[in-house]
């Protein structure tokens, strides 16, 4: 979907070298989400923010922090890569409908390689 | 915690057959549960969802049963074609609005 887009798209790194993944939407959503895809293992969620004041803890995000700068905007950084980052990452967005958030729209990954 | 496991990892269809891929779910208040097709190198993307007050749901040759009792849903897939082929995920939504997912399911469709 090329209303959420996602930079850079591949990364490669060294271990202890602060990183930070970008996220932008244009779809208005209020709810952004980051998750990590390794194979076998599915996607697994990271953090997430509901809106711009709100920043929750997803179910691995030690060695993660993420950054809201507007509605529009999800950063996610690593402070000090690890080889064991090294995975697939997808930025998502969902509006809230009054009875939950649905669809999830993703975004097109970042392939992070970390040396 | 909140667990969803998705059988199998693997299926390997002949063009024209049908495929199912189970989901089991350990969340009772889980209330919306979709399915997302990964295409190689692509996002995943919606493909079908169902919520718990309907026992299934289609759209042309996929399907999506849920047993809320059992904790189980499942995705049917008839008159299987090769561009079906990807890797497929449930999830489940419980009552903080987190879609948790399964490890997925890779379907190859030879011709």
């Known amino acids: 979907d090329a209303d959420v887009t996602q930079t850079p798209r591949n990364r490669i790194t060294k271990t202890g070298k602060r990183i930070m993944l970008e996220c932008s939407q244009t779809?208005?959503?209020?709810?952004m989400y980051w998750y990590r895809q390794d194979p076998g293992l599915g996607l697994r969620l990271i953090y997430y923010?509901?809106?711009?004041?709100?920043?929750n803890k997803g179910e691995i995000s030690d060695g993660y922090s993420v950054s809201r700068q507007a509605q529009a905007k999800f950063s996610l950084s690593l402070e000090s890569a690890i080889p064991n980052q090294t995975a697939l990452y997808f930025c998502?967005?969902?509006?809230?409908?009054?009875?939950?958030?649905?669809?999830?729209?993703f975004g097109p990954g970042t392939r992070l390689t970390v040396l | 915690g909140e667990n969803v496991e998705q059988h199998p990892s693997t299926l390997s269809v002949q063009e024209g057959d049908s495929a199912v891929i189970k989901c089991t779910y350990s969340?009772?208040?889980?209330?919306?549960f979709p399915w997302y097709k990964q295409e190689l190198g692509k996002r995943p993307q919606l493909i079908i969802d169902?919520?718990?007050?309907?026992g299934e749901k289609k759209d042309q040759r996929i399907a999506v049963t849920l047993n809320k009792t059992a904790k189980h849903f499942s995705l049917h897939i008839t008159e299987t074609q090769p561009e079906d082929s990807a890797v497929y995920f449930c999830?489940?939504?419980?009552?903080?609005?987190?879609?948790?997912f399964g490890t997925g399911t890779r379907l190859q469709v030879f011709p």
């Open positions: 998502a967005t969902s509006a809230w409908t009054g009875k939950g958030s649905d669809t999830q729209y």
């Open positions: 779809k208005g959503h209020d709810r």
């Open positions: 923010s509901f809106d711009v004041k709100d920043i």
């Open positions: 969340d009772s208040a889980s209330n919306y």
């Open positions: 169902i919520r718990s007050n309907v």
């Open positions: 999830a489940a939504r419980g009552l903080n609005d987190k879609l948790i």
